[in-house]
């Protein structure tokens, strides 16, 4: 059974940092693409930041330079370094799975398993 668990959200000041972890079981992240979402309160859901099983990095505009997305295959899990947060990355974050390696895009549909999410506030 896949399962996604978020963790590593949390209040920080503006400027701060964060590292969001997702744990991943019933299967390998290698094989997979996989991403982090977010959605702020009374907005849509976002994409934020994919990683293709080659090693492909894809990242929003909004985040680019300040967001790193990583995965440690040994520990089947999924990271995301967030630096010099903003009040505008206030937001439930979440990770996801496409059924697939590669991420093209951030279509919500095309990504079948999701984690709970883990509350990332900047104030």
């Known amino acids: 059974q896949v399962q996604l668990v978020e963790s590593g959200g949390g209040s920080v000041q503006t400027g701060g940092s964060l590292r969001l972890s997702c744990a991943a079981s019933?299967?390998?992240?290698?094989?997979?693409?996989m991403a982090w979402f977010r959605q702020a309160p009374g907005k849509a859901r976002e994409g934020v930041a994919s990683?293709?099983?080659?090693?492909?990095?894809n990242y929003a505009d909004s985040v680019k330079g300040r967001f790193t997305i990583t995965q440690d295959n040994a520990k089947n899990t999924l990271y995301l370094q967030m630096n010099s947060l903003k009040p505008e990355d206030t937001a439930m974050y979440y990770c996801?799975?496409?059924?697939?390696?590669?991420?093209?895009?951030?279509?919500?549909?095309?990504?079948?398993?999701w984690g709970l999410g883990t509350q990332v506030t900047v104030s």
């Open positions: 996801a799975r496409r059924d697939g390696p590669y991420c093209l895009g951030y279509s919500e549909a095309e990504y079948h398993y």
């Open positions: 019933g299967f390998k992240y290698s094989t997979y693409c």
């Open positions: 990683l293709d099983n080659d090693g492909t990095t």
